[in-house]
């Protein structure tokens, strides 16, 4: 898979995760786009050399596919009880939330690797959810059985951590460089070679 693929899969991931927060507010039915966003997600960051550039990255990267996998088990997992038992245990909330912490968690670390070549999108990646998280606390709208995506807060955080994965697909972490600063030192070699033989 080329990174321009790994990219596209992360920014589409962006996308959707955006679609569901902002959609969230219209009907609670949206937040199902975090199921494929996750699933981009997953798939662009194996998929993504630029991420194992630096250590911080390589362990924030394999960290969150961890992380996420283990949070779509326990989707699952919820899935599955509930329409066979009609209710949803108890280790199932517990798994939910261990994993979306080990989430939050994962994303701050990916964020602090992907800062030293872009700050401003390894800022959204980093703190985006963490930020969710704290204004829920601030609003005490934090529920202690299922904190994880419990109060409008997260709203925030995910829309902000969307468009850190965006960035980052858009982007990616390679080094940009003007066309001009590699053409311009040929061009003058040439004319100066040039004018030296007119001598």
């Given amino acids: 898979m080329t990174p ?6 992360i920014t589409a991931s962006g996308w959707l995760a955006l679609a569901a927060s902002v959609g ?9 786009g975090l ?8 798939a662009g960051l194996i998929a993504s050399r630029e991420l194992g550039t630096t250590l911080v990255a390589r362990v924030g990267k394999a960290s969150l596919v961890a992380a996420v996998l283990l949070l779509l ?26 994993s979306g912490i080990t989430v939050v968690i994962a994303a701050a670390v990916l964020g602090i690797g992907v800062m030293g070549r872009r700050p401003g999108t390894g800022i959204l990646v980093a703190a985006g959810l ?21 109060g409008a807060g997260f709203y925030i955080g ?13 982007h990616g972490l390679a080094a ?3 066309p001009t600063a590699t053409t311009a030192p040929r061009r003058r070699r040439y004319r100066s070679g040039a004018y030296a033989g007119t001598l």
């Fill in 130 to 150: 963490p930020v969710g998280l704290a204004l829920d606390w601030v609003m005490g709208q934090v529920l202690v059985a299922g904190f994880f995506l419990s």
């Fill in 73 to 98: 088990a326990a989707t699952a997992a919820g899935l599955v009880t509930t329409a066979s038992d009609g209710f949803e245990p108890g280790w199932v909330g517990w798994l939910t939330n261990a």
């Fill in 4 to 9: 321009y693929t790994s990219r596209r899969l």
């Fill in 35 to 42: 199921l494929p966003a996750a699933i981009l997600l997953t």
């Fill in 176 to 178: 940009t460089t003007s």
């Fill in 158 to 170: 995910m829309i902000l951590f969307a468009i850190g994965l965006v960035r980052l697909g858009r």
């Fill in 24 to 32: 969230s507010a219209v009907a609670d039915e949206a937040w199902w």
